[in-house]
């Protein structure tokens, strides 16, 4: 017979009961949970982000500003090598009345004068030659690039929504741009070499004139050593003395 109390007695009973109660609720609790975590959710629904249009639309009013600038530098090279080449033409043809000038009025100079003012202007026409090609090699580039505006275009607005349209555009806009680029690149270096054969062409044509001078305002030859005896014409059967000219 145990002699302790009830209540202890019962409690110590209960004890082992308690204890695995204790451990198969934490142990369901904790399955529980490892169901919850990994059981299997329905995929939540994305919400579709709007589509920022500003920024498509930034972009367009960008490759179109490009190109405007582009374009206009075009236009205006080609404006430039039309009056360089109108200019050119009008000296070539000053020049050349130049030339006759001082042709016909050359004395019998000295001959060093006469080949140095020919060289001089061989060396103006040369260079003058070489930058009116340039130029003419420059206005000669015509070529533009053309933007669609055809029937598929239309439909292609239609189907297509705004920020679309503004990316189409904005491509389209970009290979004018760069196709321009290339133009102007090429239009600017025949423009710089004509620039330096009209440098050349100038300095070519103001030595030139001070030979031109020299040769016209040289004394001539004195030809007191070199006289030429004409026949004496006869006057009545008579033969006169023979006479001299200078």
């Given at each position: 017979r145990c002699k302790m109390p009830a209540a202890l007695c019962l409690r110590l009973c209960m004890k082992p009961v308690l204890l695995s109660w204790k451990?198969?609720?934490r142990m369901s609790s904790a399955f529980k949970n490892f169901l919850e975590e990994n059981r299997v959710r329905p995929p939540l629904k994305r919400e579709k982000k709007a589509v920022d249009?500003?920024?498509?639309?930034?972009?367009?009013?960008?490759?179109?500003?490009?190109?405007?600038?582009?374009?206009?530098?075009?236009?205006?090279?080609?404006d430039k090598g039309a009056k360089y080449l109108s200019h050119i033409t009008i000296f070539i043809g000053l020049y050349v009345f130049l030339i006759k000038i001082f042709t016909d009025s050359a004395n019998n100079s000295p001959?060093?004068?006469?080949?140095?003012?020919?060289?001089?202007?061989?060396?103006?026409?040369?260079?003058?030659?070489?930058?009116w090609m340039a130029i003419f090699r420059c206005v000669k580039?015509?070529?533009?690039?053309?933007?669609?505006?055809?029937?598929?275009?239309?439909?292609?607005?239609?189907?297509?929504?705004?920020?679309?349209v503004y990316l189409y555009l904005s491509k389209l806009y970009s290979k004018a741009t760069m196709f321009y680029e290339e133009?102007?690149?090429?239009?600017?270096q025949l423009l710089a070499t004509a620039h330096k054969q009209i440098i050349a062409t100038g300095f070519?044509?103001?030595?030139?004139?001070?030979?031109?001078?020299?040769?016209?305002?040289?004394?001539?030859?004195?030809?007191?050593n070199q006289q030429a005896t004409l026949p004496a014409p006869l006057h009545n059967g008579v033969k006169d003395e023979p006479t001299t000219r200078r």
């Open positions: 451990s198969k609720m249009v500003d920024k498509y639309k930034f972009l367009f009013e960008y490759q179109k500003a490009s190109f405007d600038a582009e374009r206009d530098r075009y236009f205006k090279f080609e001959i060093l004068f006469e080949l140095l003012y020919f060289l001089s202007v061989f060396a103006t026409v040369f260079f003058g030659g070489r930058a580039i015509n070529s533009f690039f053309k933007m669609p505006c055809d029937e598929e275009l239309i439909m292609f607005f239609k189907k297509n929504k705004r920020d679309g133009k102007n690149l090429e239009r600017g070519a044509f103001v030595v030139s004139v001070v030979f031109g001078l020299l040769w016209v305002c040289a004394p001539a030859k004195s030809l007191t």
